[in-house]
């Protein structure tokens, strides 16, 4: 990849991506499991306008007591010994089996603790099943936990409405308030961005009921389709994503914006991967009939299935790694932008589901704005104001999910 001249705000800046850029991954070694998303409930009470998971994926059951049981079984089992583990729910809205969380929660603490492992536990909900009982035990079981809403009550009740066609903001919103205030650093956003809607406003918005980190994602369509982000609302992404920079260079008080900050970080070279996340290497998704595929959006697809909680086959494995699952250096899109160390790649699932085996321009595009926005705020901090860079470095590191 050749040097890349970024002009950003009076500021000229030679960035050459070959020093950040990771090692090449021992593709061998895999699978090599450590994290599981599990798929609790196969459904939503909600119908989203955008609704990823409705329009690729198959009709689901509940998981039953015995494959949840097989599951906990295998993460432990396939996984290194006394090596740190991560289950995921987020699949559906996994609060509609709540009693089934709550059970995974208890159990898998329960056998990491009996073999000396370290266990993060993360969940994603629409917020609309939260309630002051839940909210405890959320505490209890010491779940991460991140609630999708899409900005403030117009956006929130046009995108996000219950089957019955009510809106949604109301009892989500109270959710996030009460989550933020009570788990601040375990607690996070995430919301969709599409067609006309203001980022900066959406952000703002969410800031406004105390969350400290807020995570701003394209939404996951076809190119043809009605939602996708038109050139006007990029351009508002990229100003909003210039403001937010400067405030911080300026050392304004401001949420994690989590892109924005794993972009920061990749610049100081942490946490750069040649893929955008570890699906169908160390992190697998296992759905209601015990089948085993490389995150949940592709649960139900047949052509991805990897196996089953008795094994998952290193062939099949292989085969994904090679193809939909490849990293950024196989890529002919990736292999032309000089951002590809800072990006890590395109979401396997929204390149094959929505992007017909390319990345989505709109993520690009996203992706582009931040890490010129990152460049900058790392050069200017490092002449002006290196504490607070470290400060930002810290910051930064609390909130992973990966």
């Known amino acids: ?39 609790v409930t196969g459904t939503c009470n909600l119908k989203c306008i955008y609704c990823a998971e409705s329009s690729t994926m198959p009709e689901r059951q509940p998981i039953s007591p015995e494959k949840l049981e097989m599951a906990l079984q295998a993460l432990f089992a396939w996984s290194k010994p006394k090596s740190a583990v991560s289950i995921h729910l987020g699949s559906g809205e996994p609060l509609l089996n709540s009693d089934v969380v709550r059970e995974i929660g208890r159990k898998s603490r329960q056998m990491a603790k009996a073999q000396h492992r370290a266990l993060s536990l993360y969940l994603t909900t629409n917020g609309t099943c939260i309630n002051t009982q839940v909210i405890d035990w959320l505490i209890e079981d010491q779940w991460n936990v991140k609630v999708s809403i899409d900005g403030d009550q117009g956006v929130q009740d046009e995108n996000r409405k219950h089957k019955s066609g009510r809106g949604t903001y109301s009892e989500v919103s109270k959710a996030v308030a009460v989550l933020a205030r009570k788990i601040p650093e375990n607690f996070s956003t995430t919301s969709v961005l599409c067609r006309g809607v ?31 982000l038109s050139k006007s609302d990029l351009e508002s992404y990229r100003r909003f994503i210039v403001d937010y920079a400067q405030k ?21 070279g942490y946490k750069n991967n040649r893929t955008p996340c570890g699906a169908g290497r160390n992190f697998f998704a296992s759905g209601p009939t015990g089948e085993i595929y490389p995150c949940f959006r592709f649960i139900g697809i047949e052509k991805y299935k990897l196996g089953d909680l008795t094994e998952i086959s290193k062939q099949r494995v292989q085969d994904f790694i090679k193809s939909s699952g490849r990293p950024y250096e196989k890529r002919e899109t990736c292999l032309e932008c000089w951002a590809a160390p800072l990006c890590g790649g395109p979401c396997f699932a929204c390149t094959d589901l929505f992007g017909l085996g390319s990345p989505l321009p709109q993520f690009c595009e996203m992706t582009l704005a931040e890490s010129e926005a990152a460049i900058w705020l790392v050069d200017f901090l490092k002449e002006n104001n290196p504490e607070e860079l470290v400060r930002l470095m810290g910051a930064g590191f609390l909130w992973d999910t990966a």
């Open 1 to 39: 990849m050749q040097k890349k001249e970024i002009n950003f705000l009076g500021r000229t800046i030679s960035f050459d991506p070959e020093t950040v850029s990771p090692a090449l991954l021992d593709e061998q070694k895999y699978p090599a499991v450590s994290s599981f998303a599990l798929d």
């Open 248 to 268: 911080l260079a300026d050392g304004k008080t401001v949420p994690i914006n989590i892109r924005f900050h794993n972009r920061l970080l990749r610049v100081l």
């Open 198 to 228: 203001d980022p900066s406003r959406v952000f703002y918005h969410i800031a406004s009921l105390g969350v400290k980190r807020i995570e701003l994602v394209p939404v996951a369509a076809t190119k043809d389709s009605a939602l996708q």
